[in-house]
């Protein structure tokens, strides 16, 4: 067993676990953050998707003691006292999900994404870096389209500020 110690979502959290653990079971089933969803456990899907140290990634990837040490962030850690993050807001407002199993994955995608291209963000690029997301029911119009309010609306306060 090894002991395995995050900051997540701000907090800092310990838990033991089996080397063999990937941080996604562990997120979930340790700490009990379950938001973040397991697809196909095979990087296929990007339901698992979560931000370590500042970008996005596929928590199935990444053993549970590889991460040791890091900051993590989860869906759950994205709404602030109460008010959802933009990007969640942007998919709730354009109807971005549907059975809600990708949505996780997709908005934490989402939100790497704007951090690191701003409103210039267009839709042939939201549609590319989004291809490791995958969505069994929209089709991806209405989530290409809450990516895109998003960053604008992102993109907008910034330039007020």
Do not use: W
Request: some cysteine; overall charge negative; hydrophobic content about 35%.
């Amino acid at each position: 067993m090894a002991k395995v110690t995050l900051t997540v979502n701000g907090r800092k959290m310990s838990g033991e676990c089996d080397d063999r653990i990937l941080l996604v079971n562990f997120v979930r089933d340790n700490l009990g953050l379950t938001g973040t969803h397991v697809g196909c456990d095979t990087t296929q899907c990007g339901a698992c998707v979560i931000h370590m140290d500042g970008k996005s990634v596929k928590s199935c990837t990444i053993l549970a003691v590889q991460a040791n040490g890091s900051e993590i962030t989860t869906i759950e850690g994205l709404a602030k006292d109460g008010e959802l993050h933009p990007v969640q807001a942007a998919f709730k407002e354009n109807h971005g999900l549907q059975c809600g199993f990708c949505t996780p994955g997709m908005v934490m995608t989402s939100v790497d994404m704007i951090r690191r291209h701003g409103a210039k963000l267009d839709e042939a690029t939201v549609r590319h870096e989004l291809e490791g997301n995958i969505c069994r029911c929209t089709g991806y119009h209405n989530i290409v389209k809450s990516v895109l309010a998003a960053a604008h609306e992102m993109g907008a306060k910034q330039a007020a500020e």
